[in-house]
């Protein structure tokens, strides 16, 4: 019986609720104060409590030690341990481990697992994805890839620098995007992916650079690679297949994070309707009720139809990875607008005490802020989902549909 | 074999194509100049059409002449009408007789159904809701209901005033929700819902109301019912429970509403990606394009979660109908915002054109709009869903949840 | 005495409060029909009505008729004409003819004022003007011009087709701009202006075609100019200057549109207002109160905004008017899109009637909805802002200003 | 000759660009870290330099020290202090001892200017605002004022709890609102100010509350009064015209911290636009220019609405302070949520390195994000903006203006 098959509705409910459970009792209490960064050490509690519990790297196969949830069904329970900062790292299911153990198990070899999805999947280790570079190499626009890998007798040799490569400090395994060069050095074989473990000769880790998150371990750093030898089985996958294959991590990473987000949105949205519910008993305030209202019910509406985008996402990946990989823009950019928005109205709702930090929801907001920017930037995406929209209504012109934007004249009558 | 299995994916993608190239075919070519308000001649040729093309009444049950399609696979059928303002029209699943079907298939006894709901259904007949009324009647607020019903022997006397009954002018059925007042003219019990054949003495059809949208026919007229005398077959379902059903209607007529302007927005959409295409050509103003980019994006997105809310929510109606009517303010609210927004950014990418009756965008515009204010204005919606809101997350802090809005101190190196 | 001593504020503020009482007494009872097109004769008999009541004509100059009111004070005397739509063109300081007496006083020759200002002045003729043309000709970018005027022994032939020619139906004056060619037909003079009578032989007037909004008398038709031959005293100041004079135009024609169309909103929120009050009074729909309180105080901001940004560049306009239509792009983009969210908030609020043909709220946001695009659409107009931005910030730079975007590292305790 | 008179614009003009200079040569290179909060060394070590500078205390009466600049000329230069997050301190002329300087210049008696406002006028003390109290005391609604003094033989014993003390932690000064108790204990004198000493019995000051903003200086306290005892020369102005002198305050109050923070405002968006400066020589990611381009654009728009309505409201409360005040609410709302857009939209521009500790954006957002709900929470201030709005319309219509929500008929060519 095939995964799918096994998680039938009610047991996908069941795990959602002991997610639940697991959150508001064993991760919520250990929440960090206001603007404080998380360390290794209780990511490691954490993950003990979450394995005893039950809950521990529900999206992992089981194979390796994990719940083997479906990519369908992991949006309920990624959202409730989204519900607080530390959940997902309690489960074993935070950026960027959890979008690289989705690649390592589609397209690593047997070996390879063994070798990194399986210490990384019981938590034992952590890792980093490096493929965004400093100006003027590959941001948004990764073709500008400026990394290279050179064939180096039964190797290659790797030379570039990552930046924002987050969780990079402690991580054990980098998974490296570079252009790769023939033997002729022209680079033919466009972009391959290598697994390189952090303690390769020649790797460096930067500065912890911060940012007004705090929720990840191990910064954003710039790595190094200055002329970094690794053997021929550090490929992934096949060489130059390096940017489908970071399609294949980036529509479900982009997706997860609108789940885990979304949880902490509801967060967000629960302490303002506790607050709103106070106020009705104690007939405080009840002259500004009426707008708060109205905010409440936009929150409503931006949490229930990031939700409904994101479970549509979720089941096109699991059917049609490519066309699930090009709605997860979408979904990305309206999730992370409307989880800024939410969070934004429950802080506001809270008035000072939503800003002080006595109450969470200022560390919240600039928790959930730079969504808007990682991942690829919300222009940058709406730049590609314009882009995709001309084109495939071009295609649709050119298969017969009517071109609507001809002048027309109407004659009197003429219904 | 039930109506859900036997309307595989495969059956709903052939019915959708099938509507699709008749809404192009057969129904864009007809479409007024406009400004033009539909004619019910127009009507009767579109029905002839659609019936022959075998795309006619896609939601009624097969016994009374229609398609059988279950609820849940309406929105992509629905949405293929709506590409035309006509389209809907054609394939008898506009407002208010979709609604209206769609009830008395649910509630109507057999002889109910076979007096109203058979000619309904094949178009021989059209029909009207009596649901809101003149100030300080039943508005967005039903339960100051002032049209009542007063037994009368073995019958019943209604008196009172509807208005917005959308469709009446030409309607031959009215279905009037009327305060029941018992025996002793208490009103004891509450709201009853009753079939009115539009020509029993003392039903009067007022001016023919207008409005900024034009597709429906029949106009918004008042409809006065003075001491208007209907036998006991004319209550539908249980006398009492008028509110129930019209909760039965609504949820689905809400909906239905916008698969329909979703299918239009689309449209809209499309021409504006057109003109888009063109400009790339042409390259002129390529200055701006950068902009459009972005607002084609916009649209992009709001299309795409309106599409996903829908189908949720049609999926909940179908399982479970309260609370998908729940669901269905939230879907109606972002629906109906997210059309009109892709309505007036396309008839903006278009320019001077889109304002112009060269094109049909602000007549789309003028169609749509309304839909912000129809069904239950937004504002009287949100209203709602923040109410809800505040009262489920106060059940589920009755049932343990800890209060979220408690003000903390946070010792030093308290994570 | 200069005209700017001699209308003091109180002075103003009584032309202010004349033109309110003449708007309401002699202008608001005679507006049209939703929908229907306003014709010249009443044009003629509102104007009459204004000169009796001494508020015909605020902004034209004193020696032609006019009241002399300096640009820094047209405003709140605009803002009064526009609260019906029918206003601006009774005081005869409606587009396009306002914007063409300002240019015609600032650039004519005595002759030409003679000619053409005293009698458009006097309302007896009516003008157009000439300037956006069929792609891929002058549309959002002027620089594109096709329509070309070539010397021909001692005058001009003029030969191409403006489109959005507003008010040229029955029009006795087009300003044209045109491409002027040298002897050697090389372009090389750049653009002109030219004065041309509609009824000069080869002048051509298309379809009057028709826009969502309706004030205007006299269509947006195309004009097609079929080897029109003029005389040298044809030229409106001099030969190569015409897109000079097209930024003198442009700058309080756009500003003058945000005058009359904020008057038209202030038009629509009162009307809300007084929907709002008989709410209060009645008790009904209390419960939407809150929400609509959020809406109403959001247009009173949007009004009191776009006044505040008119009047200030109104008064630069006044003094400075390079930097005053770089402001009035600003202007113009922020009180069009105030403008339409506050006539569409209004109709929200009015409900059901809002969008009725008994209240004129939907016909008020048709004839705003188009300045989104009228005179140089936002999109466009935000590009050139920012293009101003980067640049002015580029100059400030080169002056020494240090530049923010470089990254920087904090030493620990630097504060 | 007076201060209005004397400040010409040319003086004012060089005030701005002195200020101008003074903050980027002296304040820029002192900010702190992201995330630091400020201490009272340095604001005591930047307000000796800009005394040093010439441009301490701009809105400070020369008698006591200050430049002596009328309010209506205020914004230029306080724009400039706040282009730095420090500016307002080193100027002297940061919340809350400018309010409270201005308060004390409009109501003190000549004995309590010079105990006072001299020492804080000279930055040689702080002091803070005590009226907000905790739930359920004065919150948004100060009629529900909690704190009372009571009449005691030739003094008043003050007892109460303020909260969010701007300032307090190293404060000489509070000014306090309490409900003046008459002698027979009834309130019946309303709310009173007093000028209480920090130092005396009975005042003690709380935690100081951190809030996601750091520049203020002493933190958001709780100052507990327990039963403290002042003298008769305690009282600010009359007993019983406390609120009366807290609008004296707010209006001006609300309108600095726009003034301020707009250019903290302009600060972000300077950084964006050199950033974009840079993309363009560059050539890189021109992909997303366009849509760039947009967003610099509503940046403009909002710095220069924010400007327009600033100065307006400052003209106002120089010559009509009540009307001012009134206008302070819809110049707060709009400056607040615009200043908020336009940092966060430069926070956006700037990619990763806007949300990194390498760039002050994010510090910057957190800067000014409070100030949707300081000095009255934006939904507040809409309420009381739509209450006046239906007020000032309802007295329009007593004085004879027309109904204008009535329904109307119009006869066909009724124009």
């Not at 064993?26 to 290794?40: K, S």
């Not at 930067?206 to 790595?223: E, K, N, Q, S, Y």
């Not at 298969?399 to 609507?404: D, F, H, K, T, V």
Request: net charge negative; with cysteine.
């Amino acid at each position: 019986m095939n995964a799918t098959a096994r998680w039938t509705p009610d047991r996908v409910e069941d795990l959602r609720i002991e997610t639940r459970r697991f959150i508001r009792d064993r991760v919520m209490p250990h929440e960090p104060a206001p603007g404080t960064h998380v360390d290794d050490e209780l990511r490691v509690r954490l993950q003990s409590d979450a394995r005893a519990a039950g809950v521990f790297a529900p999206q992992v196969p089981t194979e390796f030690g994990g719940l083997g949830l479906p990519i369908e069904h992991w949006s309920p329970v990624f959202q409730e341990a989204g519900y607080s900062p530390l959940g997902a790292l309690a489960l074993n299911c935070m950026a960027p481990d959890e979008g690289n153990m989705h690649m390592l198990g589609e397209v690593a070899t047997a070996a390879q697992r063994e070798e990194y999805l399986r210490p990384l999947a019981a938590g034992q280790t952590r890792s980093c994805f490096g493929m965004s570079e400093p100006h003027p190499g590959a941001g948004s626009d990764p073709s500008a890839l400026r990394t290279v890998a050179a064939r180096d007798g039964d190797g290659w040799v790797i030379s570039g620098v990552k930046r924002f490569s987050s969780g990079a400090v402690g991580a054990a395994l980098a998974i490296v995007m570079a252009r790769t060069l023939g033997d002729d050095g022209d680079g033919g074989d466009g972009a391959t992916m290598f697994l390189v473990p952090m303690n390769t000769p020649g790797v460096r880790v930067g500065a912890p650079l911060r940012t007004m998150d705090r929720a990840i371990v191990g910064g954003h750093p710039h790595v190094h690679f200055d002329d970094v030898r690794v053997p021929e089985t550090a490929v992934l996958g096949e060489v130059g297949l390096g940017f489908r294959y970071a399609q294949v991590r980036l529509g479900p990473a982009r997706l997860t994070h609108c789940m885990r987000w979304l949880g902490l949105a509801r967060r967000a949205h629960s302490t303002a309707l506790d607050r709103a519910a106070a106020r009705e008993l104690f007939g405080s305030r009840v002259n500004e009720l009426g707008i708060a209202q109205g905010m409440l019910a936009d929150s409503v509406i931006d949490i229930e139809t990031s939700d409904a985008i994101i479970s549509r996402t979720a089941a096109l990946l699991a059917n049609d990875p490519r066309a699930g990989a090009a709605l997860s823009s979408v979904a990305k950019v309206h999730c992370s607008e409307a989880i800024v928005r939410v969070v934004d109205r429950s802080m506001q709702l809270l008035g000072g005490e939503g800003v002080s930090e006595h109450l969470p929801l200022a560390s919240f907001f600039n928790e959930v802020r730079p969504f808007r920017i990682y991942d690829g930037s919300n222009e940058t995406q709406r730049w590609a989902i314009a882009r995709r929209a001309v084109k495939s209504r071009s295609r649709e012109r050119a298969a017969g549909e009517p071109a609507l934007d001809a002048l027309r004249e109407w004659g009197v009558g003429d219904a």
